[in-house]
Nanobody, 116 residues
Framework: QLQLVESGGCLVQPGGPLRLSCAAS????????MTWVRHAPGKGPEWVSA????????YYSNDTKGRFTIARDNAMNTVSLQMDSLKPEDTGLYFC?????????WGQGTQVTVSS
């Protein structure tokens, strides 16, 4: 049974860094591209970043490019998101998921709040 457990979210000041992690289990992690998606208050889901199954290719939204770094460890079945230069508009509930897998199960997410 697929399980994705996100962690690392907290309250952080604007301009600060934060690192999110996602622990995956219940499927062959190294066979799937992975992604991070966030839900901001009052907005729909917003795609943030993705990484290929082998970690060789990374993808970012225009808003996060240059500030966020996605990485994965296939030996540990984890995917991370290093977020730097955080802005208040980065506030939201962050989820990791298998990329482009329709109607897939997601985890509970981890809350990131950027505020002074």
């Amino acid at each position: 049974q697929l399980q994705l457990v996100e962690s690392g979210g907290c309250l952080v000041q604007p301009g600060g860094p934060l690192r999110l992690s996602c622990a995956a289990s219940g499927f062959t992690f190294s066979s799937y591209d992975m992604t991070w998606v966030r839900h901001a208050p009052g907005k729909g889901p917003e795609w943030v970043s993705a990484i290929s199954f082998d970690g060789q290719h990374t993808y970012y939204s225009n808003d996060t490019k240059g500030r966020f770094t996605i990485a994965r460890d296939n030996a540990m079945n984890t995917v991370s998101l290093q977020m730097d230069s955080l802005k208040p508009e980065d506030t939201g509930l962050y989820f990791c998921a298998r990329w482009k897998v329709p109607k897939d199960n997601w985890g509970q997410g981890t809350q990131v709040t950027v505020s002074s």
